[in-house]
């Protein structure tokens, strides 16, 4: 039969299979990276949050030739500390070296991904997922992105590489796995759980006891090396008892879950799970992750049972540790790409060996739901960022649009940290009672004291480590006599209406101190610079005001 002029011939089913896949090709190998490389350039912008100010501040100490925990104090690892110095040996003194650091480790997060997905799934889906983590990482937000907790999660994806292969591994890879394990447990103590996920592997692959066991003693002995040396380096530098004291006593008597609080850790933990599955985008990702773990059983089981450990693993540290911060679930965001991708290459899969249109449409429209949902705010930072790089937005206003936990303003911190810059000679120390923690580090100015935020300090306040913290920043600051000190109007103990009444109910006693040595000189947001009346002599003010 002729076909009739003018009506356009019907298309093929190869031929519309072959643009579809042409157009998926597209969007897996130039559309996706391009709007990754603008997102991951856009970070490089960003101001730093709660915890990259802390870790900036005390990086910048030890890299000055302080210790860890002796000179800088924070409760996490002494990995954060050493390698916060490094970072910023390796990018210079900047802002944005730790944004640059997690750029480097996303890429490589990426590209292991696109190792253990390429053998498993299709070409462009292992692609889209390599080139889409850049992207998640950045949709965790200023705050919650570059964070240590996101890097252990590489970490661990390096160990399940090691292990995993499919011509087997050696007694090298098993030491290096363990080895990855140990660099993560000097972040947390509670991180020596994750060799959870490569001793799994070793107990389903080997086929006698004693083989097992070797292999378990190999990557318990990989974990111990990074553990000791860090260990010895601590000694060496005379903070391994202020290491003890910091990252094991408090956090076991006072940040620990519960402490110094009239509330049960249950009750805390099961709050916190349910506010975090109610609240969080990583919900979504259950059903398609479930699929892929089925899928992925039927055909890599060694490898489907690591991912599973692995979060199992990952989900629990964070009950344990029960304070339910969106980076706290970060360790396990690797193990959940593989398997969504996974997930979502069986079930169009199986939607092609049916025909079903409806199916491999459903598919997309959950792939373009999930993306959606966990980078909707990405657009409107990338539209922020434009402003700002086009001159239509000022650094201070541009900071200001970053906020964490309704908490910290960057931008007030910013202008802070500019002011105590312009006011006082280079080397001149200043104390703050603020939770900016890279207050110091942004005005290029010795901290008074080795705390770099006030909630350390204020956290179950009565108990005796933290009260004998609290006397020593008070000594520190009546024996150094900074010139300026830097208080934030707010307090964990209720509202208050400046920051002289933020002092009154946090700490009266460097209240009183403040009130007889010094007066206010400036303001920026809710942070209030104080002067020293009399620099050098520790005289009384003469007036002294509230600004």
Same mark, same amino acid.
């Given at each position: 039969?002729?076909?009739?002029?003018?009506?356009?011939?019907?298309?093929?089913?190869?031929?519309?299979?072959?643009?579809?896949?042409?157009?998926?090709?597209?969007?897996?190998?130039?559309?996706?990276?391009?709007?990754?490389?603008?997102?991951?350039?856009?970070?490089?912008?960003?101001?730093?949050?709660?915890?990259?100010?802390?870790?900036?501040?005390?990086?910048?100490?030890?890299?000055?030739?302080?210790?860890?925990?002796?000179?800088?104090?924070?409760?996490?690892?002494?990995?954060?500390?050493?390698?916060?110095? +490094?970072?910023? !040996? =390796?990018?210079? $003194?900047?802002?944005? /070296?730790? *944004?640059?650091?997690? @750029?480097?480790? &996303? %890429?490589?997060?990426?590209?292991?991904?696109?190792?253990?997905?390429?053998?498993?799934?299709?070409?462009?889906?292992?692609?889209?997922?390599?080139?889409?983590?850049?992207?998640?990482?950045?949709?965790?937000?200023?705050?919650?992105?570059?964070?240590?907790?996101?890097?252990?999660?590489?970490?661990?994806?390096? +160990?399940?590489? !090691? =292990?995993?292969? $499919?011509?087997?591994? /050696?007694? *090298?890879?098993?030491? @290096?796995?363990? &080895? %990855?394990?140990?660099?993560?447990?000097?972040?947390?103590?509670?991180?020596?759980?994750?060799?959870?996920?490569?001793?799994?592997?070793?107990?389903?692959?080997?086929?006698?006891?004693?083989?097992?066991?070797?292999?378990?003693?190999?990557?318990?002995?990989?974990?111990?090396?990074?553990?000791?040396?860090?260990? +010895?380096?601590?000694?060496?530098?005379?903070?391994?008892?202020?290491?003890?004291?910091?990252?094991? @006593?408090?956090?076991?008597?006072?940040?620990?879950?519960?402490?110094?609080?009239?509330?049960?850790?249950?009750?805390?933990?099961?709050?916190?799970?349910?506010?975090?599955?109610?609240?969080?985008?990583?919900?979504?990702?259950?059903?398609?992750?479930?699929?892929?773990?089925?899928?992925?059983?039927?055909?890599?089981?060694?490898?489907? +049972?690591?991912?599973?450990?692995?979060?199992?693993?990952?989900?629990?540290?964070?009950?344990?540790?029960?304070?339910?911060?969106?980076?706290?679930?970060?360790?396990?965001?690797?193990?959940?790409?593989?398997?969504?991708?996974?997930?979502?290459?069986?079930?169009?899969?199986?939607?092609?060996?049916?025909?079903?249109?409806?199916?491999?449409?459903?598919?997309?429209?959950?792939?373009?739901?999930?993306?959606?949902?966990?980078?909707?705010?990405?657009?409107?930072?990338?539209?922020?960022?434009?402003?700002?790089?086009?001159?239509?937005?000022?650094?201070?206003?541009?900071?200001?649009?970053?906020?964490?936990?309704?908490?910290?303003?960057?931008?007030?911190?910013?202008?802070?940290?500019?002011?105590?810059?312009?006011?006082?000679?280079?080397?001149?120390?200043?104390?703050?009672?603020?939770?900016?923690?890279?207050?110091?580090?942004?005005?290029?100015?010795?901290?008074?004291?080795?705390?770099?935020?006030?909630?350390?300090?204020?956290?179950?306040?009565?108990?005796?480590?933290?009260?004998?913290?609290?006397?020593?920043?008070?000594?520190?600051?009546?024996?150094?006599?900074?010139?300026?000190?830097?208080?934030?109007?707010?307090?964990?103990?209720?509202?208050?209406?400046?920051?002289?009444?933020?002092?009154?109910?946090?700490?009266?006693?460097?209240?009183?101190?403040?009130?007889?040595?010094?007066?206010?000189?400036?303001?920026?947001?809710?942070?209030?610079?104080?002067?020293?009346?009399?620099?050098?002599?520790?005289?009384?003010?003469?007036?002294?005001?509230?600004?």
């Amino acid at each position: 039969m002729s076909q009739t002029l003018g009506t356009p011939a019907p298309t093929s089913a190869p031929a519309r299979g072959a643009r579809r896949a042409a157009v998926l090709t597209l969007l897996a190998r130039w559309a996706l990276p391009a709007g990754t490389a603008l997102v991951m350039l856009m970070t490089l912008w960003w101001p730093l949050g709660y915890d990259q100010g802390v870790y900036a501040s005390n990086g910048d100490v030890v890299a000055r030739g302080g210790a860890p925990y002796r000179d800088a104090w924070d409760v996490k690892g002494p990995l954060v500390f050493y390698m916060s110095a +490094a970072i910023q !040996l =390796v990018f210079g $003194r900047h802002a944005w /070296g730790v *944004r640059a650091a997690d @750029l480097v480790i &996303a %890429l490589l997060t990426a590209r292991m991904l696109w190792r253990c997905l390429n053998p498993i799934v299709s070409r462009n889906i292992a692609f889209i997922a390599a080139a889409a983590w850049p992207v998640s990482v950045a949709a965790l937000n200023y705050s919650d992105s570059a964070q240590y907790d996101l890097w252990v999660g590489s970490a661990i994806l390096c +160990a399940v590489l !090691l =292990v995993t292969r $499919r011509d087997g591994y /050696g007694a *090298r890879d098993l030491v @290096l796995a363990g &080895a %990855l394990v140990g660099l993560a447990s000097l972040t947390k103590p509670i991180f020596p759980a994750f060799l959870a996920v490569p001793g799994v592997v070793v107990l389903m692959r080997c086929r006698t006891p004693a083989s097992a066991i070797r292999g378990v003693a190999l990557l318990v002995a990989g974990c111990v090396v990074p553990v000791a040396a860090a260990l +010895a380096l601590l000694w060496w530098q005379g903070a391994l008892e202020a290491a003890w004291d910091v990252h094991i @006593l408090y956090n076991l008597n006072v940040y620990a879950p519960g402490a110094g609080e009239p509330v049960s850790k249950t009750a805390i933990r099961v709050k916190g799970v349910v506010e975090y599955l109610y609240r969080s985008k990583v919900a979504v990702l259950v059903a398609p992750a479930l699929a892929g773990a089925v899928v992925l059983w039927e055909r890599r089981p060694v490898l489907a +049972a690591a991912l599973l450990t692995w979060i199992f693993v990952g989900a629990g540290l964070v009950v344990l540790q029960a304070k339910f911060w969106l980076y706290h679930w970060a360790t396990i965001y690797p193990a959940l790409v593989l398997l969504v991708a996974v997930g979502m290459h069986g079930v169009l899969r199986e939607a092609r060996a049916w025909r079903s249109r409806a199916g491999a449409a459903l598919v997309w429209t959950t792939a373009a739901v999930l993306v959606g949902l966990w980078s909707i705010h990405v657009p409107f930072d990338l539209r922020n960022w434009l402003l700002y790089m086009l001159g239509r937005r000022g650094e201070a206003a541009y900071h200001s649009t970053f906020t964490a936990y309704g908490e910290i303003d960057p931008g007030h911190a910013k202008a802070v940290a500019e002011y105590i810059r312009s006011h006082t000679p280079p080397g001149a120390p200043f104390a703050h009672w603020t939770i900016h923690g890279g207050l110091s580090f942004l005005a290029d100015r010795p901290n008074a004291t080795r705390f770099q935020n006030r909630r350390d300090l204020t956290r179950a306040s009565q108990h005796p480590i933290t009260q004998g913290y609290r006397r020593e920043y008070l000594e520190r600051v009546r024996r150094v006599n900074p010139t300026h000190i830097a208080v934030q109007a707010r307090s964990d103990l209720g509202p208050v209406s400046s920051s002289r009444d933020a002092l009154q109910r946090d700490f009266p006693e460097l209240a009183r101190l403040v009130a007889e040595r010094y007066q206010a000189e400036a303001r920026f947001g809710d942070i209030d610079v104080y002067r020293l009346c009399s620099p050098g002599t520790g005289k009384a003010c003469v007036r002294s005001h509230s600004p």
